[in-house]
C-alpha cells in the first residue's frame, strides 16, 4: 500500500473486475473453418494484462476481482505461474488485489496451490470476511466459494456496514432476475441493499450491467468474450470516491478480440451482389468499432429474396458461403466469420399458401402453430406438445448423441445442435418449416 502517513485519503480510484477466466480452454475451436485458434485462446491472458497495464496506467488505490479468476483446474503450473507474473507487476506498483473465488475457480476445484504476492488477499471460503484498508477509509467484505455448486445465499450472511468508511461488498452471485445463467450462490437484490454497502462489485453475469444505481450494485462482465453469445466490448469499471462518496464509474474495455451477431435482411429485389455487398459494409462497420481489435462475426441471412433456390442445393450454398468469406477476408484480416446461417424465405406467397385449402396449407399452419406453442418465452408452456415431440424427437437425438464426436459444435464446446432446449426446438422446426416451403417451390415449378 502507497504510504499516506497517518492521514486518510479522501479521494481515491479502484478497478471492478470479474469472470477472467485465465486460459479458457475454449473446445471446439478447431472445428471451425479457418479459425484464428491461438488469437482466440490467448485472449483471456492478454485481456488480464491489459486489465494489469489499465490499472498501473490510471495509478488505482486496489483492484476488486469478483470471482473466476480461472476457468477450472490447470493442465500444469504454467497458468498459475504467468498469473503470478501479473500480480508481481501490480506488487511492484504497490496496488492491493482483493478477489473471491467463484464456481469455476472454488477452493475444491483448484487442487494446487501457489503462493500469491503479499499485495493479493483472497477471501475466505468458510464464512464471509472484512479486511480494513485504513489508509484509503475503506471496507471490504466478501466470500469465496469452497465448492463448485454453491447454492446457499452467502449476501445474506455478510457482516453489516462499518459505519464512517466507504463499504465494498464483492460477491460472485447469479442474481435473481438475470435468466441464464447458473444458479451460483444465488440472492436477491433487497439482500444486497439491506447491507448498506456504498458499492456491491459483483461477478458471474458476464453481460455488463448495473443493476441498482445509488447505491451502485454492478456486474463488471467478464474481461473477454469466450464465445458468440457473449458479443460486444469487454472490460472493467474504474470506480471514483470522493469524500465517502462515489462520484463515477466509467466502463473501460480491456478485450483483445470481440465476438458480433450480423443480422443481414434481404429483399425480394436482392442478391448475391447485394449480400456481398452489405456484408462488406457491415463488416468494415464492425472493425471501426472494434478499434483495431480481431471481430469474430456470425452471419444470419435472412429475407424474402430469389437467393433462396442457392442456399438450398448443397454446392451453391457452400459456393456462397465461400464467396462470403472471401469477403470478409478483404479487410485485412479484421474479421472471421465464425459461421453463416441462411433462413431466407421463397419468393412465394406464403400467406396465399397458408389459406388454401389442401395439403400444403395445412402443413404450414401446423407447423406455425408448433412453433408458436413452444416459444421459451409463452407464460404457460403446452407440456401435451413438449411431451408429443420428446416422443417423436427420441430416436434422433439418440442418434445425436451417438454422432457427438463428428458433429459440430459451438466455440465453447457445447453441442450445435441440442433438442432438448425448447430454443433448439424453435429453431429446428423453422428449419423444417423453411426445407418444406423450398419442397413446394419445386413441386411448384414441375
Known sequence: MRDTGNMTKNHFRFLHAADPHIDS???????????????????????????????????????????????????????????????????????????????HDAASRIEHSISW??????????????????????????????????TND???????????????????????????HERYAPTSLATLLSHRYDYWALGHVHQRTVVNESPPVCFSGNLQGRHIRETGEKGVFLVEVRDGKMVGHEFRAVDQMRWAALDIELSPEEDEADLLEKLEAECNRLVREADGRLVAVRVSVSGTTPLHGKTTRPQQLAELTADMRKTANRLRGDVWLEKVLFQTRPVIDLDEIRDAEGLQGELLRLTDD?????????????DELERRLDEWLK?????????????????????????????????????????????????AEK
Open 154 to 180: 452467502l449476501a445474506k450472511n455478510y457482516p453489516p456496514r462499518i459505519e464512517g468508511c466507504f463499504n465494498i461488498g464483492l460477491l460472485h452471485t447469479s442474481l435473481s432476475g438475470f435468466e441464464g
Open 117 to 150: 504476492p503479499e499485495n493479493v488477499h483472497v477471501f475466505d471460503s468458510a464464512a464471509a470476511e472484512t479486511r480494513r484498508l485504513e489508509s484509503l477509509n475503506v471496507t471490504l467484505h466478501g466470500q469465496s466459494y469452497a465448492r463448485a455448486d454453491e
Open 370 to 382: 408448433w412453433i408458436h406453442r413452444i416459444d421459451p418465452s409463452r407464460e404457460t408452456p403446452d
Open 395 to 443: 430416436p434422433f437425438e439418440t442418434w445425436l448423441v451417438k454422432q457427438s464426436h463428428k458433429l459440430p459444435k459451438n466455440a465453447d464446446g457445447t453441442p450445435l445442435i441440442d433438442l432438448r432446449d425448447p430454443e433448439s426446438r424453435r429453431q429446428w422446426l423453422a428449419e423444417s418449416q423453411r426445407i418444406l416451403v423450398n419442397a413446394l417451390m419445386t413441386d
Open 25 to 103: 480452454p475454449l473446445r471446439g475451436l478447431s472445428d471451425y473453418e479457418g479459425a484464428p485458434v491461438d488469437e482466440i485462446r490467448g485472449a483471456t491472458r492478454r485481456a488480464f494484462a491489459a486489465t494489469v497495464d489499465l490499472a498501473i496506467a490510471e495509478k488505482v488505490d486496489f483492484v476488486l476481482i469478483a470471482g473466476d479468476l480461472f476457468d477450472g483446474p490447470w493442465e500444469d503450473y504454467s497458468t498459475a505461474l504467468w498469473t503470478d507474473g501479473q500480480f508481481h507487476r501490480l506488487h511492484q506498483a504497490d496496488i492491493p488485489v482483493f478477489l473471491v473465488r467463484g464456481n
